[in-house]
């Protein structure tokens, strides 16, 4: 029997799905457009701010962005296996993004990439365009989390509290059922991601952050957040000696990005200078001439 939800609770909504006409709008996709737009216009104003040239982040994102989806379903799929490949799977649906399901450590990882392609296009240089990125980064997060909101996912433990997520049956994992209402780790995560745009944007002014280090700690503090919402979830995850893999990925880029940090610290200090931020190349007749007395005769 299921019990009686707190008098106090988050509803959840009751469609994440509207038609116009033919087409589905969804709040999922909406929800992580819109956190793509933000992050390239603040990304954008922070990049003029340290000397770039205003379009050149719209330009790298033309690359970054597909990479990240790609990446972020790649990465999901990967971590999140056995319904699609597993036991009665269904392999088409790793294909159905729009159902949820991206991870952000492929998102990341697959970004960078793009990122560093559009970089090299434009002549710039990938670590001050990571800077400039990462707050945004954050704020995109805190509005693509409520995609899961709309799609009732990746919701905590039950609990009774008032600011419980009272979660429909037909979306309650198998022996949760005769609960209503548990932890919206969407909205402790997204709360989180705000918070760490806002120590990023300040951190950054006060101390002239560069040479990667507002992306390093962007890595630690996102990570030192996921890992206890992690401990939270109760959806379908592999683990590894009892714990979630994502626990164990957010522990080893949560060392990662503290020692980069660290080491940053003592031996790039400061902030890059305007002609830092760009590729350094050679003239063309210089190149030329490389090429010629290169060639054999």
């Known amino acids: 029997m299921t019990l009686t939800a707190p ?13 116009v006409g033919p087409f589905p709008v969804r709040a ?28 050149t982040v719209a330009d790298i994102s033309v690359w970054a962005v597909p990479f990240g989806i790609v990446g972020g379903r ?28 991206l991870g952000i450590w492929g998102a990341v990882a697959f970004g960078a990439i793009g990122a560093y392609i559009g970089c090299r296009r434009q002549g710039v240089v990938l670590p001050p365009f990571g800077d400039a990125l990462a707050p945004g980064l954050a704020v995109a997060q805190a509005m693509g989390r409520w995609g899961n909101y ?14 419980g997520l009272k979660i429909d049956l037909a979306h309650r994992p198998q022996g949760y059922e005769q609960f209503a209402t548990f932890h919206p780790t969407f909205l402790y995560e997204s709360l989180w991601c705000l918070l760490i745009a806002v120590v990023l944007m300040r951190a950054d002014r006060r101390f002239q952050l560069g040479h990667f280090r ?8 996102y990570t030192a957040g996921r890992f206890w919402f992690e401990l939270l979830r109760i959806d379908d995850a592999n683990h590894i000696l009892g714990l979630r893999v994502n626990t164990w990925v957010s ?32 003239e063309p007749e210089v190149e030329e001439a490389a090429e010629s007395v290169s060639e054999p005769s």
């Not at 999922?28 to 954008?44: M, R």
């Open 7 to 19: 008098v106090a609770f988050i509803p959840s909504p009751s469609q994440g799905v509207w038609h």
């Open 28 to 55: 999922y996709a909406l929800c992580i457009i819109a956190g793509i737009i933000f992050a390239i216009w603040l990304t954008d104003r922070r990049w003029v701010a340290r000397g770039g040239r205003s379009g």
């Open 74 to 101: 790649i990465y999901h799929v990967i971590t999140s296996w056995e319904p699609y490949f597993g036991a009665g799977g269904h392999p088409l649906d790793a294909f159905k993004i729009w159902q949820g399901g």
């Open 150 to 163: 709309f799609n009732q996912e990746l919701f905590g433990k039950p609990t009774t509290l008032p600011w």
């Open 214 to 221: 507002v992306f390093l700690l962007y890595g630690a503090l």
């Open 251 to 282: 522990s080893i880029i949560f060392a990662i990005s503290v020692a980069g940090f660290i080491w940053s610290m003592r031996h790039r200090p400061g902030r890059e200078t305007p002609a830092e931020l760009l590729r350094h190349r050679a």
